[in-house]
């Protein structure tokens, strides 16, 4: 007998809002059983990952600053995920972003221009664009694949991160530690929610999330970048370019991940440094195929990503739970949710062998 | 000042209810919280799994007067801070962070909550209630060039390097100064893979070392025993620091220079809780009973151990110091006068490489 699963015509819509409660439920159940086997009280564990992020103004606030860099990433490559075009390599747009961003106040540490923020916001984001732009110039110009490209450009971006602490922009009074100055005053993002670390990179996540959603509805442009990334073929029968498909999209989710670099060293950071990223780059590919690719779900995807992270990180505070237990938490719930949806798309189908 | 918190709260025991102070202030006061935050997994072996056992002398001394929470894998930056701030919001009053990279947050942490005392460690920044804490590891590391000269025949020595900070680069030069002390030919090699905890790049460095006839290896500041087992099977004599590495080794093993926080800890906590808790940088070596040599190869042949010991016994009474000079740097240039010996702080601003070391620093 085979099993085989067949893609199903319209996905239920009830099911498609039953899925992720189903999903919850499960790795709730599973979670129960591996934290009692740990010997761990499952109630506190539970009540610290997923109720405390939402119990106090802090760890709320800490939610929405986690959120701000996967939301605004994840949307730049949603862009491309929906053309079909692969841009594997956020995590390193986001570091030359960090970097492009740390030139000003890394080579003028008492400036306090106002003009100093906006040109190293508009630094990150166009180094983050540059950066992927190699991507799409291989894949146009010589058919290189931009998944290999996007990836092996990260770990050239983690080294330059390297060089230039270890050397050249090492603070000259931080004992050879590779790290940049902190930033003065002028470079720092302005805080969003007074008395959080909050800033208005979460209002750039928000307008991105905005300008996507108007960009993939409503303008012909989001459907020329379907076509041409879905079916190039049909796509230059009706005189749309593939070409154009690939730059648009790595250029948009290379923007995205700059900004968001730029974000981080001039938010929470305050200087540039090695662990620039947690690995939002690599998450946010997470975040936009949970959202379902669609501007409005990835917004919601982020925000659950957010809360998970936090209350993992809650969890290991308060619960005493080892941080392994925290990780296989976080990797049940995505398990169970992407099962879910794939028996949502497709229908199963069992077929006998045909007698010969 | 958990002290005078405390009498405080004594002294107004009577107006407390009036004062709807909540009560769970009172049994935190009684159980000290102790949190340890470290960058890469507290694992079987290696730095975080010697700060771990700092706390566990802790907790064998308080008893139940005292818990620790042990938050392992926390990387550095936004993420940290939000853990040390958490661990404080949660009723912790002392915390020891141990990496560089949580300096700048435990700092801001330690401003806006004076009750709070936090160690952290391989920092340069102090403040009232923190304190920077390293080991003087260049004093075992010097021990063991000696006995890595003896054992080599090909006169190279090998060392892969986490990063090229101070506290490695001491550790690299003593080894050097100690190997040259006993065959002034030797040679060292240095492959920096510029992370806390990459057991692959790490057993890439190794090899790397190893195919350039290095027959001893430093594993210098590697929380994994990629270097050593690769070592091992390569036939290389090996060592590392903090905790031994011998099972990973047997045969091959030149031994450790390890790493027993729980003096210093002890130490710390006891002044916490008399309220005399003074942030000040504490590096620690032989004579305070944290930088130990141990595990020794059986194939260190008798008359080189006691030529070890002897020295040893200069290192631990403080009369010897490996950076005494006339030492040359790298270019050939004096770096240190005949009959002067450099200071902590010299030692602990250190960026350039002693001859022998044939590797260039990265700048």
């Known amino acids: 007998m085979k099993i085989s699963f067949i893609r199903r015509e319209r996905a239920s819509r009830t099911a498609m809002l039953v899925a992720p409660v189903a999903a919850f439920a499960c790795a709730i159940v599973a979670s129960v059983v591996l934290f009692t086997l740990l010997g761990k009280a499952p109630g506190q564990a539970l009540y610290s ?59 003028y540490p008492q400036g306090d221009s106002a003009f100093m923020l906006p040109a190293m916001l508009l630094m990150g984001a166009g180094a983050g664009m540059a950066w992927a732009g190699i991507a799409a110039l291989f894949r146009t110009r010589f058919n290189a694949n931009e998944i290999l490209v996007t990836l092996m450009l990260s770990l050239i971006a983690a080294q330059v991160l390297n060089y230039l602490l270890l050397g050249p922009w090492k603070d000259p009074h931080g004992f050879n530690f590779p790290q940049s100055v902190m930033f003065p005053d002028a470079a720092l993002l302005p805080i969003l929610l007074p008395g959080t670390r909050v800033n208005i990179s979460l209002l750039f996540a928000l307008i991105a999330s905005v300008l996507a959603s108007i960009l993939m509805r409503h303008r012909f442009a989001g459907f020329q970048l379907l076509v041409g990334g879905l079916a190039p073929r049909a796509a230059r029968y009706a005189g749309f370019s593939e070409a154009r498909a690939i730059w648009v999209s790595l250029l948009l ?80 719930l995505l398990c169970f949710y992407l099962a879910g949806l794939t028996f949502i798309r497709h229908r199963v189908s069992f077929i006998r062998k045909a007698k010969p | ?53 700092g706390t566990k002398a802790l907790e064998a001394e308080y008893g139940d007067k005292i818990k620790v929470t042990l938050l392992e894998n926390i990387a550095e930056g936004p993420d940290g801070d939000r853990i040390m701030n958490k661990t404080v919001a949660d009723g912790n009053t002392f915390l020891i962070l141990g990496s560089f990279g949580y ?41 063991m060039g000696m006995a890595a000269a003896s054992l080599s025949k090909s006169k190279k020595l090998g060392c892969v390097g986490a990063f090229a900070i101070p506290e490695l680069i001491t550790s690299i030069n ?88 729980a003096p210093y800890f002890k130490a710390s906590v006891a002044a916490h809780l008399a309220g005399t808790f003074a942030g000040a940088s504490a590096w620690l070596g032989m004579a305070d009973n944290c930088v130990f040599v141990a595990d020794w190869n059986p194939d260190i042949a008798p008359d080189m151990v006691a030529k070890i010991e002897a020295v040893h016994a200069t290192l631990l009474d403080g009369s010897f110091s490996p950076f005494t000079g006339p030492l040359t740097n790298q270019d050939g240039a004096e770096a240190v006068a005949a009959g002067v010996t450099l200071g902590d702080d010299a030692i602990l601003s250190m960026d350039w490489h002693v001859k022998g070391v044939t590797t260039p620093l990265p700048k």
Request: contains cysteine; proline residues 5%.
């Open chain 2, 174 to 261: 003593a080894f050097t100064l100690g190997a040259q002390s006993v065959d002034p030919a030797i040679e060292v090699s240095v492959v920096w893979v510029n992370s806390w905890f990459d057991p692959a790049s790490e057993q890439e460095a190794a090899k790397a070392l190893l195919s350039q006839g290095c027959d001893v290896v430093f594993s210098n500041a590697q929380d994994t025993p990629s270097v050593v087992a690769a070592c091992e099977e390569a036939g290389a004599f090996v060592f590392n620091l903090n905790s031994s590495m011998k099972t990973y080794a047997p045969k091959k093993y030149l031994g450790v220079v390890g790493t027993d926080w």
């Open chain 2, 1 to 53: 000042m958990t002290q005078t918190r405390r009498s405080f709260l004594k002294s107004t025991l009577a107006a407390s209810t009036a004062l709807a102070l909540p009560i769970p202030a009172f049994a935190q006061d009684a159980v000290l919280n102790v949190a340890l935050i470290v960058p890469s997994p507290a694992a079987d072996v290696g730095w975080s799994h010697t700060l771990e056992l």
């Open chain 2, 103 to 143: 300096m700048n947050g435990g700092l801001k942490l330690a401003k806006a909550h004076p009750e709070v005392s936090i160690l952290h460690a391989s920092g340069y920044q102090t403040a009232p209630n923190f304190s920077p804490f390293g080991a003087r590891y260049y004093q075992g590391t010097y021990l």
């Open chain 1, 49 to 107: 990952l997923l109720l405390e992020p939402f119990l106090t103004w802090y760890n709320f606030s800490e939610v929405l600053l986690k959120m701000a860099p996967l939301l605004l990433i994840a949307q730049g490559l949603a862009i491309g995920f929906r053309a079909n075009v692969f841009n594997i390599g956020a995590e390193g747009q986001l570091i030359i972003g960090a970097i492009a961003a740390s030139a000003l106040p890394v080579w």
């Open chain 1, 253 to 332: 989710g290379g923007l995205a991940a700059g900004l968001a670099g730029a974000a981080e060293v001039a938010g929470p950071l305050g200087q540039l440094q090695r662990s620039v990223s947690t690995g939002y780059g690599y998450s946010a590919i997470i975040v936009a195929y949970l959202g379902g690719l669609n501007p409005w779900g990835i917004v919601i995807s982020a925000f659950v990503m957010s809360v998970i992270y936090i209350g993992g990180d809650n969890a290991m505070v308060s619960a005493d739970l080892p941080i392994a237990a925290v990780w296989v938490f976080q990797g049940l």
